[in-house]
């Protein structure tokens, strides 16, 4: 890396009950900038789950908003699900902590550890272009705002008499990495980590769900819910999904195809773990897991924006009354044509004539 590493953390906030909204006492601090924060839940489960969820106990952590004001605008650089932002984690590390590993699918009365992380610099992006994408947050005139929403006890245990319960509350602190960028005006990009949910009620072909523009994609994490408490494939038999814009078709796919593609990627120590109805549409490393040094790959919106051109997914979807997709969508903004071979080639040819 680039530049040397800082790690602290936030006072852990405990007693907080489910169902709970509040925010990470007097936010994350400036002093450098923000390579990731990971969100610690400790919590004890003096009822075993009768009924899990889909979500289950990772999504205890129910909603993760984190804000950020440079004195001229203030906008959300996370919305997501904590569950959301585990699975994200999964494929991109290929592997998660291991207490958190363990809150996978379960449903005992004991005590749980699970880590929620937001990883600012992508793991799989090469060092420098790695470090364009920390949160520049000593350029901002308050500290970074963390609002945390904690699940109820019926978003856990779907059951009719539900038995989930925790005892002595949630106790909730953040671990907060950052680099000492020692370069005056070092530049830095625009991104947002979002989760978007769409209920699909009716079994149809070509149900739509927007993109929004602008933005270069990194990744889409497709999230399919088959019940209120399963989650799997939803697309019908012979079925599809398509990734396009006016009438241009980007990608046209399975979800087991990219179940399949996504276990291809070369992980270190990865868990012999497959986590149902999750299905990553990968723009920057297509196949093995390594250092990319290029964004030329990135599914690049920015040009249908000045139109009112859409992109959507399209998705032959068997549905019904608790059937969902939930889309987490990563995305740099701003012009990235500096970062991409292609077009500095192209730049440097249209000069030499």
Not at 37 to 51: H, K, M, Q, V
Request: glycine share 6%; net charge negative.
């Amino acid at each position: 890396m680039i530049f040397q590493q800082r790690i602290d953390f936030t006072p852990p906030q405990t007693a907080n009950a489910l169902g709970a909204n509040f925010k990470v006492t007097n936010g994350i601090t400036r002093e450098f900038h923000v390579e990731a924060i990971l969100i610690r839940l400790d919590f004890t489960s003096t009822g075993a789950i009768a009924t899990a969820t889909a979500d289950g106990l990772w999504g205890v952590l129910n909603r993760v908003v984190v804000t950020v004001s440079d004195g001229a605008t203030t906008r959300s650089v996370v919305s997501s699900s904590g569950r959301g932002l585990l699975e994200k984690a999964y494929n991109d590390f290929g592997i998660l902590d291991q207490d958190s590993m363990a809150a996978l699918g379960a449903t005992a009365a004991t005590t749980y550890h699970i880590t929620y992380p937001i990883y600012f610099m992508t793991p799989t992006i090469n060092d420098s272009l790695r470090e364009l994408l920390l949160l520049p947050a000593i350029r901002y005139n308050q500290n970074i705002d963390v609002d945390l929403t904690l699940a109820t006890q019926a978003q856990v245990d779907s059951n009719a008499t539900p038995t989930f319960a925790i005892s002595a509350g949630v106790t909730v602190s953040c671990i907060v990495l950052r680099r000492v960028v020692n370069v005056a005006n070092f530049d830095t990009l625009d991104q947002d980590l979002i989760e978007i949910t769409q209920a699909f009620a009716a079994t149809a072909q070509d149900q739509q769900t927007i993109i929004p523009t602008p933005g270069h994609y990194v990744t889409i994490d497709l999230r399919y819910y088959t019940t209120a408490a399963a989650r799997g494939d939803i697309i019908t038999s012979g079925g599809s999904v398509r990734l396009q814009a006016v009438q241009v078709n980007f990608r046209r796919f399975r979800p087991t195809d990219y179940s399949t593609i996504n276990q291809y990627k070369v992980y270190p120590n990865a868990p012999a773990q497959y986590i149902a109805g999750l299905y990553r549409i990968n723009f920057l490393d297509d196949s093995v897991h390594g250092d990319d040094a290029d964004f030329g790959s990135l599914l690049n919106t920015n040009v249908y924006a000045p139109t009112g051109a859409q992109v959507y997914l399209l998705q032959d979807i068997t549905g019904g009354a608790a059937v969902q997709g939930k889309y987490v969508l990563h995305r740099i903004l701003g012009d990235l044509d500096r970062f991409k071979a292609v077009e500095r080639a192209k730049q440097g040819a249209a000069a030499k004539k």
